[in-house]
């Protein structure tokens, strides 16, 4: 599913417009950057958690001239999935 395909989703479950719809994913996708930037976790009871992770500097090999590397660390954004929507998937 696309993020169109979110949005047509949202508007004919909650019978909003799509218009209005997109403004809703749009605000939701934003709130949760936000947090996210700001270093916070987002949790969603049933559904999961939002959260960032920090990646320790690692070596690594370039993969066109086989030299090794130094990957430099970073901070990524993790979902771990909340046990309802594990057991509905399951």
Do not use: C, H
């Amino acid at each position: 599913m696309n993020k169109n395909e979110l949005v047509n989703a949202v508007a004919e479950k909650s019978q909003l417009s799509k218009v209005n719809a997109k403004k809703a994913v749009d605000a939701f996708v934003e709130v949760i950057t936000e947090a996210l930037k700001a270093g916070d976790k987002v949790a969603l009871v049933g559904f999961g958690t939002f959260a960032v992770a920090e990646r320790p500097e690692r070596n690594g090999i370039n993969p066109a001239t086989k030299a090794a590397i130094k990957i430099a660390a970073k901070k990524v954004a993790k979902f771990k999935a909340g046990s309802e929507l594990d057991k509905a998937v399951n």
